[in-house]
């Protein structure tokens, strides 16, 4: 079993900035990649942004510049700094974790929203 700990959803100003975090836990076998996907009303979940144990990192061109996705190996934590916030960024943000066997495990999600 593979437990993840969200926290940093809310709701944000058009400009504003959110930070979330992820913290998996239990069974999980050396995390190689880590990050976050979203899903809007209506729409199929996309990748956001993810980052490798080395560093090297993705993302959504939709929030490049934006986004800035980093990570505590060491504590197996996520963390994405969203700034600039628009509405179009409104989703359920889901962390992400893959293992070094290629196993992918999701968070249970977060709320994100942004309005005025």
């Known amino acids: 079993q593979v437990q993840f700990v969200e926290s940093g959803g809310g709701l944000a100003q058009p400009g504003g900035s959110l930070r979330l975090s992820c913290t998996a836990s239990g069974s999980i076998f050396g995390i190689n990649t880590m990050g976050w996907y979203r899903q809007a009303p209506g729409k199929q979940r996309e990748l956001v942004a993810v980052?490798?144990?080395?560093?090297?990192?993705n993302y959504a061109d939709s929030v490049k510049a934006r986004f800035t996705v980093s990570r505590d190996n060491a504590k197996n934590t996520a963390f994405l700094q969203m700034n600039s916030l628009k509405p179009e960024d409104t989703a359920v943000y889901y962390c992400y974790a893959m293992d070094e066997r290629g196993h992918n495990y999701w968070g249970q999600g977060t709320q994100v929203t942004v309005s005025s």
């Open positions: 980052i490798t144990s080395g560093g090297m990192t």
